[in-house]
């Protein structure tokens, strides 16, 4: 039949350009699956992948050409061609896009491929500094096929209306429910998502196996109705999940109502209470510190820091983007399912920080940044809970460098000397976050001001990080030769490790950070357990000094008897909760896994079914604490 084949033939039209990208990324990332058994699998499960998403775009080609009266076929034929022309064009293009999305992230595109679309200036500027061939070359391919396709599509769809009425009408419901069957690609209580493309314990083999198209549109479906959902994970009473985070964490709350709210008395004594710095370093793993067992020569300033202060030597972030981190080190608590506490509704205001806990005592709180605080939403989070002021692009005047992504940070760093100046010299103390903007592709700073890495690009990761240090360096040097500088403590420490590559499930070692804590009476020595952005932040508040802090932090002071050695990370849908060398992943609909970690690798192992379902406690209690709006 007519109707048959034309659906056929569109649909092969899809499965052919999702199968190149397969291809293409399956022969470019061979090397890192290649002894995993039964790799092959990946287009069987592709294919699955593919026609859940081709079948759903070719939906309204079936309801029109089923329905639609004949009275209408001109009219009706060129609205076809026109939309599976736009499909084309997108499909092509999202395909395209993959490939310098996986360079950036070691993922197909996801929910952050919608994200940064709000953040066009600063998207389009990496694109164009980046990937202006690839782009060049998608634009290309886009124009020779909707060219072709047009070419050959005229009137293709008329001779379907020739077939009668009654016929047509009677073909949809079988062919509907081939395409329901073809949609749902599941006889089971559920239908198949994208978690049916996590075959394999390797991670890059179940990046190939998915559809880009269909993960970022799972992505945003996922979002909207099940944004924040544990039951995704798994299930389990409330009361049952918070008293079994709790002992993992060894917190006993002292509030009757907010769960981890606690009197914590502090192990230091000042005669005049300090003030506090937090400057947060965009995107620097351990990888590129040698202090911290990283590469030599990228950090330099930092390297001779960390024989100053309280090195951290396996701190290790909360996730892989700055509002995790921010979170995390701003507020004190591990990542919540779903969006990040930055961009969600019920924690704009009301929601601790270290600027709310300390605004009781008589400190002015302020965050700096050299580009625009709207970008992840920032300006309203910060502003709504607690920090009295905000300092942004805009209120640089005459800087000496502007970039992609804002002032540079040695603006910042002399704009914060001003300010904290102001402060001690008013008397007034004063808690500052400040957060860096170099190392964010495409990597613009000042030059002549650092001795270029050699052997990459000058306008590279390392380069970047490279003058990102130079900066902080130039920050201590100027902080140093002021008065505030004896009653401040600083926190040097990064967000999130820059482009999280792996393997592994959650690739664990690119969670692992820099952190450092300065200051006249901070102890100069090295911790060498495992410790987290909350506990870093329990940690300088108890250097602060200040007697009978409550606060609800996720993290124990690394001076407090009750610090464990535990981390909780989270990888895009995957968490990964590790207990000394001992780490369980629990992902939406799929058994939990525990691994033994070892080599900066994970190796499978037995399941540890303890540490599984506190995995699973956590993810269903952050959940929680964050819909009833207990963080406090």
Not at 22 to 50: A, C, E, H, N
Not at 459 to 487: C, T
Not at 593 to 615: G, M, S, W
Request: hydrophobic content about 45%.
């Amino acid at each position: 039949m007519a109707i048959i084949k034309q659906l056929l033939k569109h649909y092969f039209y899809l499965i052919i350009i999702f199968s190149i990208g397969r291809v293409s990324l399956f022969v470019w990332q061979f090397g890192r699956f290649s002894q995993t058994p039964d790799y092959w699998l990946t287009f069987v499960y592709g294919i699955k992948m593919d026609t859940i998403l081709a079948l759903m775009l070719l939906l309204p080609l079936l309801f029109l050409l089923t329905l639609a009266p004949k009275i209408l076929a001109k009219f009706i034929d060129k609205l076809m061609v026109y939309y599976f022309l736009l499909i084309l064009i997108l499909v092509i293009f999202i395909e395209s896009a993959t490939f310098p999305f996986f360079i950036q992230y070691d993922i197909r595109p996801n929910y952050l491929f919608v994200e940064y679309l709000e953040h066009i200036r600063e998207v389009s500027s990496m694109l164009m500094a980046d990937y202006k061939t690839i782009f060049v070359v998608t634009l290309i391919v886009i124009y020779a096929v909707a060219r072709a396709y047009l070419k050959q599509a005229q009137q293709q769809f008329l001779y379907c209306f020739d077939v009668s009425y009654i016929k047509r009408i009677a073909l949809l419901l079988p062919l509907l429910l081939i395409f329901s069957i073809g949609i749902r690609s599941s006889f089971g209580h559920r239908p198949a998502n994208i978690s049916d493309a996590l075959y394999s314990s390797n991670r890059i083999l179940n990046e190939v196996t998915k559809n880009s198209l269909y993960s970022i549109l799972y992505a945003v479906y996922s979002s909207n109705k099940h944004d924040g959902d544990a039951k995704r994970y798994g299930s389990m009473k409330i009361d049952h999940a918070i008293q079994r985070v709790k002992r993992r964490l060894n917190i006993q709350n002292t509030h009757p109502e907010y769960i981890f709210n606690r009197v914590v008395n502090t192990h230091f004594k000042h005669a005049k209470d300090k003030n506090l710095v937090i400057f947060i370093q965009e995107s620097i793993g351990a990888q590129f510190v040698a202090a911290v067992g990283g590469e030599s020569g990228i950090t330099p300033y930092f390297n001779q820091l960390a024989n100053q202060g309280l090195l951290f030597t396996d701190a290790y972030s909360n996730g892989t983007r700055s509002i995790r981190g921010l979170a995390g080190l701003v507020a004190g608590n591990f990542s919540v399912p779903g969006k990040g506490v930055l961009k969600r509704n019920k924690s704009q205001q009301d929601f601790f920080t270290v600027a709310s806990l300390l605004k009781s005592y008589q400190y002015e709180t302020m965050f700096l940044y050299g580009g625009e605080s709207r970008f992840d939403n920032m300006k309203s989070w910060f502003s709504g809970n607690g920090f009295d002021r905000i300092i942004e692009q805009n209120d640089f005047i005459n800087p000496n460098y502007v970039g992609s992504w804002g002032v540079s940070d040695e603006d910042l760093v002399i704009r914060a000397n001003q300010e904290f100046k102001k402060y001690y010299r008013n008397h007034q103390k004063f808690a500052a976050v400040m957060f860096s903007t170099s190392n964010h592709t495409p990597f613009d700073f000042p030059e002549d001001k650092i001795d270029l890495v050699k052997g990459v690009a000058v306008k590279s990761v390392k380069n970047a990080i490279k003058y990102a240090d130079y900066a902080l360096g130039q920050f201590i040097k100027l902080a140093q030769n002021e008065d505030y500088y004896k009653d401040t403590i600083f926190v040097i420490v990064a967000n999130h490790d820059v482009r999280v590559y792996g393997d592994d499930l959650v690739p664990v070692n690119h969670f692992h950070i820099p952190a450092l804590i300065l200051g006249q009476n901070v102890p100069i020595t090295t911790y060498d357990k495992i410790s987290t952005q909350p506990d870093i932040l329990a940690t300088v508040l108890d250097l602060m000094g200040i007697k009978g802090l409550h606060y609800p932090i996720h993290g124990h002071s690394i001076f407090s008897d009750k610090k464990q050695n535990i981390a909780l990370m989270q990888f895009n849908d995957s968490y990964a909760l590790r207990q000394d060398n001992k780490v369980a992943i629990i992902r939406p609909n799929k058994e939990p896994l525990t691994f033994f970690y070892q080599n900066e690798k994970l190796n499978a192992t037995t399941h540890d079914k303890q540490l599984e379902q506190d995995a699973l406690a956590f993810v269903i209690t952050l959940n929680h604490l964050y819909s009833n709006k207990l963080h406090q």
